[in-house]
């Protein structure tokens, strides 16, 4: 009888033959879900998927080194940083802005 934890079927399983010749099934990690942007939910590049690896990684390996880099995708940053100069340069005001916009204007603002 397998182990409480491999009679999930969450976890993916191989049958591998073993050099007695005895057909054994393995069962595999469950990778992590991919992280994604919190605006358009597009699939972020270059952000590292969370498993025991991560901590072992470098700052830089986690994620991309520009501002909102693993929460926005680039283009979201795009658009925000273009808002928030328009912004400060008063060609739009804040109602103009959409809200879910507002936060992320508001973080990129240095000082
Ligand atoms: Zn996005």
């Known amino acids: 009888m397998p182990f409480p934890r491999q009679r999930s079927r969450s976890a993916r399983r191989h049958q591998r033959k073993t050099p007695s010749g005895k057909v054994k099934i393995h069962y595999l990690r469950t990778k992590g879900s991919k992280h994604t942007c ?45 808002e928030k100069t328009r912004l400060e340069m008063g060609s739009i005001s804040r109602e103009d802005v959409p809200l879910s916009h507002l936060k992320y204007i508001d973080k990129t603002t240095s000082h």
């Open 38 to 82: 919190a605006i358009c939910s597009a699939i972020l590049q270059a952000v590292a998927v969370k498993s025991k690896k991560l901590p072992r990684l470098t700052k830089t390996q986690r994620r991309p080194e520009r501002k909102l880099a693993g929460i926005l995708c680039g283009n979201c940053v795009e658009r925000i940083i273009k």
